[in-house]
């Protein structure tokens, strides 16, 4: 048991390890990521920079635009792990080599951490540029590493439902907005009871929840989206 | 009946309106080859995807036993090696690093891509995107066999390849099947001079 379990983690992080090692070679996602998230910061706080809006309407609507921000930087750079896979050609040697499930958290894992490395990058820059103080850090830091890893999650599982259809930046909009609407709904209500200092309630929960069962149907899924 | 063998029979697959097979039947055991021969279209590459488990027949069984054990196509899969022409490589990978990585997932030893790279002359540190077509069928050769399959699945085997590369991949399987355990499904060869053939399959016909 031990052996198999040890086995598969070694799957796991073999993949991990090669989607960095070929990013870090063609710095695709990185880039993508980098500039429309940047892009688009540039963007929000020109326009709702400190002295675009009153304090109470920014931290009523700042955390939806850094969510948007996140949300959208994501989906321009976390669906290419699968979609790559199919359009190199390279998917038919890992249906034949790999464990379904070791495959998926290892590309959960190089999305979580591009996420992760992105909302590094992203959240202090917007909250110094829009000025916007937040009371909670501690709850701030914890909504975005779970926010992250349910985006993370979910545009993983799309991806690897969506990489061998035709029509798949369509696909992938359709598909991102039932899965990820909830996930956005609770991470901009916690943003916002950070940014107040309130406390998290039901909705760190609910948060959590999310990400346990995204990833759990995520597993139970993809080896039958995987392999016809 | 041997520890190791392969039986398929009235597999069918139709992709839309197109019947690619119909009904197509046959068997290898350890030791043994079998060539499957037809025109263009005639299914040759679609059975051979759905021996490996990488398409499900829409009718029709496979039986692939180990060790007088069944297999499942998630096992076939894990399993066979394979080559074929869509099998492609991370081209921002040198040869070396794409196999330490399949190797990896195969649980192969760690030393075993380096000996089949010396074997059929490949160099570990080129670029997998600036190979030669026969330079990939070679690394195609490697990566079928990095784990010791039971079962190799051969699709256009010798494609491109250059006569020292078509000799060393023969002498592969030559030690592939002499080994007593190992069988190939060999489709398109382009000589149909391979010893051990057990049986020649034509589709199309």
């Known amino acids: 048991m031990w052996r198999l379990a040890s086995n598969w983690a070694a799957e796991a992080l073999a993949v991990f390890a090669k989607d960095w090692r070929c990013e870090f070679r063609t710095r695709y996602a990185l880039n993508t990521l980098a500039l429309f998230a940047f892009t688009t910061l ?15 309407r920014g931290a009523s609507v700042l955390p939806v635009l850094l969510w948007l921000i996140l949300l959208f930087a994501g989906a321009a750079g976390l669906p290419r792990s699968f979609v790559h896979e199919e359009e190199t050609h390279t998917a038919t040697a890992l249906r034949l080599a790999a464990t379904p499930s070791a495959l998926f958290c290892g590309k959960l894992a190089y999305g979580l951490s591009l996420v992760w490395a992105l909302e590094l990058l992203v959240a202090p ?6 000025s916007l103080a937040v009371r909670s850090p501690g709850l701030f830091v914890l909504v975005l590493a779970a926010g992250g890893f349910g985006l993370a999650a979910g545009s993983t599982l799309i991806a690897a439902i969506i990489a061998q259809a035709q029509g798949r930046s369509t696909l992938f909009a359709v598909l991102a907005f039932p899965v990820l609407l909830p996930l956005l709904i609770l991470v901009v209500e916690l943003t916002r009871n950070a940014v107040a200092g309130a406390p998290a309630g039901m909705a760190l929960h609910q948060l959590l929840l999310y990400d346990g069962t995204v990833t759990i149907f995520g597993l139970m899924l993809f080896p039958v989206v995987w392999n016809p | 009946m041997s520890p190791t063998d392969l039986r398929f029979s009235g597999v069918s697959r139709r992709f839309g309106h197109l019947a690619v097979l119909a009904g197509v039947s046959g068997e290898v055991s350890a030791g043994q080859a079998l060539l499957v021969t037809g025109a263009n279209g005639s299914g040759k590459s679609t059975l051979l995807r759905c021996l490996a488990g990488l398409l499900a027949p829409d009718s029709g069984e496979i039986e692939c036993r180990e060790e007088g054990r069944s297999l499942d196509a998630a096992e076939r899969r894990r399993r066979v090696g394979m080559v074929a022409p869509d099998i492609a490589f991370y081209e921002e990978l040198t040869v070396a690093e794409n196999l330490a990585f399949f190797a990896r997932l195969r649980r192969a030893r760690p030393e075993r891509p380096a000996e089949l790279l010396e074997r059929v002359g490949l160099p570990g540190d080129r670029m997998a995107g600036a190979l030669s ?16 399959p039971r079962l190799l699945l051969l699709d256009e085997p010798f494609q491109n390849l250059d006569r020292p590369g078509e000799t060393v991949t023969r002498e592969l399987l030559e ?3 002499a080994a007593g355990e190992g069988l190939a499904v060999i489709a398109n060869p382009s000589s149909l001079e391979v010893s051990r053939v057990a049986a020649r399959l034509e589709l199309g016909g």
């Not at chain 1, 963007?43 to 109470?56: N, Y």
């Not at chain 1, 820059?125 to 829009?130: D, E, I, K, S, Y």
């Not at chain 2, 077509?133 to 010791?148: E, F, N």
Request: glycine fraction near 8%.
């Open chain 1, 42 to 56: 540039v963007v929000v706080s020109a326009s709702l920079g400190p002295l675009g809006t009153s304090a109470a």
């Open chain 1, 125 to 130: 820059l917007f909250l110094a540029m829009v």
């Open chain 2, 133 to 148: 077509s026969g330079m990939r069928q070679r690394l195609r050769w490697v990566w079928a066999l990095l784990h010791r």
């Open chain 2, 175 to 177: 030690e592939h099947l």
